[in-house]
């Protein structure tokens, strides 16, 4: 195991929705926490104050979460509420990609991964994003607790770090950041796996998470310095 990849690993905690559970994941420090702004999901942010997010440190990157979504709502969201990030998980181009790149926001394209997937459709995105996810392919977008078979991904053969995605609990967590020996693996991306109620993630198992991959990181650092 490369150590590289452990000290690195960063932490999205996604599907965030209520005011005060907000804050307490805030309190952890992940350093992205993701929004729904798609109105399908049953994590949508109904009834959210941007000021709810004007509380969090400004270390933690707010990303908002899109699905097929008309750039001029996009470009509201991420007025509103601030927003340092965006994650797009539909069908989107690599302009519109492109057109919030440019405004110096984060962003993020998914891809649904199964076995029919091909990693090169990748490509055309490469210059215009700055990261990848790769979820688990479902009919839905995202947040359906299942996982894909993480050895598809020795078929990525592109440049671009990568969110991982897709069911993910705190042992697969761990699992995956032990396992996939890639430094373009740059965070994972966890959400319905810590939950207690669709929106809602359960604080123990989070700050569980987030404080083992930081003791690794730790252990892992004083190893490099010897």
Request: charged share 20%; net charge positive; with cysteine.
């Amino acid at each position: 195991m490369n150590n590289l990849i452990k000290k690195t690993v960063k932490v999205k905690v996604c599907g965030l929705a209520l005011h005060e559970n907000i804050l307490e994941i805030g309190r952890l420090e992940p350093h992205f926490m993701g929004f729904i702004f798609y109105r399908s999901s049953q994590r949508y942010i109904k009834g959210l104050e941007p000021q709810t997010l004007e509380m969090l440190s400004p270390s933690i990157l707010k990303t908002g979460v899109f699905v097929n979504q008309s750039i001029e709502e996009i470009e509201k969201a991420v007025r509103d509420f601030k927003l340092d990030a965006i994650q797009l998980h539909g069908n989107e181009s690599p302009q519109v990609c492109d057109r919030f790149l440019q405004k110096g926001l984060t962003v993020i394209k998914a891809f649904g991964v199964d076995t029919h997937f091909s990693f090169s459709s990748t490509q055309a995105y490469a210059h215009y994003v700055s990261c990848f996810l790769f979820d688990t392919k479902t009919r839905s977008y995202g947040g359906s607790g299942l996982s894909f078979d993480h050895t598809l991904l020795k078929s990525y053969q592109g440049f671009i770090p990568y969110f991982l995605s897709g069911g993910l609990d705190e042992r697969s967590a761990l699992n995956a950041i032990t396992l996939i020996d890639d430094n373009r693996l740059y965070a994972i991306d966890i959400n319905s796996r810590f939950e207690t109620t669709p929106g809602v993630k359960n604080i123990s198992k989070v700050r569980r998470l987030i404080n083992t991959i930081n003791l690794n990181a730790k252990n892992d650092n004083n190893e490099l310095s010897r």
